[in-house]
């Protein structure tokens, strides 16, 4: 199993949660809450407001998303899923847990008794430059005050 840490649409109650919960996919189990050790930006951008995680570690905010471990098929399926590679590419991150129901053996004690893991995120290289002037958020809701109401993909 591999860990994937989720920031978007693939979050519960989010528009695209159920392709994680759907077994012909493969399989994902939710382990916990966390947020990004490092800031991002995290921005709403292009014609169907998608949420998308600039791979610009060091700018923006720690930002709050799901961790999920998931098997090869569902990670094969998410790479499809993302665009992987050319609209977002698969990176690893450090991810400082918040809440968690996984086992804890997963868990790497580091100093200050903070939690961390290694998780692979869907993060962007590949994004038009104005991007990086957009609001940086540190949480992402498709039904958030921001008024960017996201397109689903069956409406494109």
């Not at 050319?86 to 996984?102: A, H, I, S």
Request: negative net charge; proline residues 6%.
């Amino acid at each position: 199993m591999t860990q994937v840490f989720v920031y978007g649409t693939l979050k519960r109650g989010q528009p695209n949660h159920q392709v994680m919960l759907d077994r012909a996919n493969g399989t994902a189990t939710f382990q916990g809450r966390g947020h990004t050790v490092e800031p991002y930006p995290l921005v709403i951008a292009g014609e169907h407001n998608i949420p998308r995680l600039l791979n610009l570690p060091g700018r923006g905010h720690c930002v709050a998303g799901e961790i999920y471990a998931v098997d090869e098929q569902m990670l094969r399926f998410l790479d499809e899923f993302e665009c992987c590679p050319d609209m977002y590419q698969r990176t690893q991150v450090k991810v400082e847990v918040l809440e968690w129901e996984g086992d804890s053996s997963s868990l790497e004690e580091m100093p200050g008794a903070r939690r961390t893991l290694q998780c692979f995120v869907y993060s962007t290289d590949t994004y038009a430059p104005e991007w990086v002037h957009l609001p940086y958020l540190d949480s992402y809701d498709s039904q958030g005050n921001h008024g960017l109401r996201y397109n689903p993909r069956e409406n494109r």
